[in-house]
Every structure is written in structure tokens, then in C-alpha cells.
T-cell receptor, first 115, second 112 residues
Framework: DVKVTQSSRYLVKRTGEKVFLECVQD?????MFWYRQDPGLGLRLIYF???????EKGDIPEGYSVSREKKERFSLILESASTNQTSMYLC??????????????FGNGTRLTVT | AQSVTQPDIHITVSEGASLELRCNYS??????LFWYVQSPGQGLQLLLK??????LVQGIKGFEAEFKRSQSSFNLRKPSVHWSDAAEYFC??????????FGTGTSLTVIP
């Protein structure tokens, strides 16, 4: 089974801190994604990556950056955390190919609170 | 532009009753359609997917979904709901470039 591991289940950070959310997958997937999940808004794509050192902006990239130095690891960075970034963050991965043949595999999420 | 609408924010059903969760999509081409389930404190798990062929697709945990092109719908059904089905359900459309767009989710409560 594919395993997508997010390093923290819960995080509490202060406004202005630099925050790193880490995600590791163990199935050699090419694609990795960061989503943000908020009540009533569903999942919104922040950033995704098709390969090492590649990144693409999603629908809501403002205030975030990402890093993919190794194929298995995709990090989400909040350069200066703000209270409106309090949310559940979900990492996902998928193999290369069409989205039909490459559905997403999700981690369990990191619930981030910024105070 | 592509979009996914789940009109029901929350649904309550009795255990053993049938279930239908609604999903409507907007996409210019033939869509890849998915249903995911999220149990409390967990990530999303794929229930089923559709691209072409038989418009009724079977998934895991006894779920099925029917694609209706004329209605741009992909509704999820289960004949008899179990208490363990209580969760949040997301419909999604997969588009070119391996991106996915999700609906806002439907929260299911199952009462004994």
C-alpha cells in the first residue's frame, strides 16, 4: 500500500513564525500535492510538483512556498505564518500518467493553528 | 472553467437505510470523476472512479456511483448504510495535467 506520511498531526505556531510542513511518500510517485482543507470550502490546491525541483502554483499559492529536493519528500513552507493560515493541510501523491490512472493518495493531514 | 458542486452540506440517515449523495460537475471535455471518503482524523481514501464505459461503477465498501452525462452528475449511492460509513464524502474531477478539483464535501451522519 502507498504510504504518505505527514510529519505532524497537530502544530501550533505563532504569527510571524516560519513553518515547515513535511510530507514523505514511499511509492516512488512522480507527482506530489499540497492541499488546504477548510469547512465549507473543500480542498483547495496550494502547490504541486511533477518532479524533483519542479513546482507549480495551484489555486491559492499566496503566502506559501514549497521545496522538492528529493523525489519522496515535498515540503510546504509558510514564510511568515498568519492567523488566516490556520487550517488542515493535506499532502497527496500520485504516479505519472493521466489523472484517471493516477488517483491521489493522501496523508492523514496536519492541523495547523496559528495564534 | 471546471467546478464540482455538492449541494448537500450535511445528510443524516438511519442505519440500514439507503443513501444517495449528489455531485454535479462542470467541465468542457469528458471528465475523470472520483469519489473520496474522509473518516474523522484521516486523509482521503478513494472510493471509486469513472472515465468511460459502463455508467454505473462499483467501488469499495459497497458504494456505487452513476454517471449521467445529460445531467452532468455523478451521484454516489449505497443500498444499506452502516454506522461506520459516517464520514465526509468528496466528489472530484480530474483534468488534464493530472490536476484534481474537489467539491466542498458532504458530511454524513448515521443514526442507530
Amino acid at each position: 500500500d502507498v504510504k504518505v506520511t505527514q510529519s505532524s498531526r497537530y502544530l501550533v505556531k505563532r504569527t510571524g513564525e516560519k513553518v515547515f510542513l513535511e510530507c514523505v511518500q514511499d511509492m516512488d510517485h512522480e507527482n506530489m500535492f499540497w492541499y488546504r482543507q477548510d469547512p465549507g470550502l473543500g480542498l483547495r490546491l496550494i502547490y504541486f510538483s511533477y518532479d524533483v525541483k519542479m513546482k507549480e502554483k495551484g489555486d491559492i499559492p499566496e503566502g506559501y512556498s514549497v521545496s522538492r529536493e528529493k523525489k519522496e519528500r515535498f515540503s510546504l513552507i509558510l514564510e511568515s505564518a498568519s492567523t488566516n493560515q490556520t487550517s488542515m493541510y493535506l499532502c497527496a501523491s500520485s504516479p505519472a500518467g493521466t489523472s484517471y490512472n493516477s488517483p491521489l493518495h493522501f496523508g492523514n493531514g496536519t492541523r495547523l493553528t496559528v495564534t | 472553467a471546471q467546478s464540482v458542486t455538492q449541494p448537500d452540506i450535511h445528510i443524516t440517515v438511519s442505519e440500514g437505510a439507503s443513501l444517495e449523495l449528489r455531485c454535479n460537475y462542470s467541465y468542457g471535455a469528458t471528465p475523470y470523476l472520483f469519489w473520496y471518503v474522509q473518516s474523522p482524523g484521516q486523509g482521503l481514501q478513494l472510493l471509486l472512479k469513472y472515465f468511460s464505459g459502463d455508467t454505473l461503477v462499483q467501488g469499495i465498501k459497497g458504494f456505487e456511483a452513476e454517471f449521467k452525462r445529460s445531467q452532468s452528475s455523478f451521484n454516489l449511492r449505497k443500498p444499506s448504510v452502516h454506522w461506520s460509513d459516517a464520514a465526509e464524502y468528496f466528489c472530484a474531477v480530474g483534468v488534464a495535467g493530472n490536476q484534481f478539483y474537489f467539491g466542498t464535501g458532504t458530511s454524513l451522519t448515521v443514526i442507530p
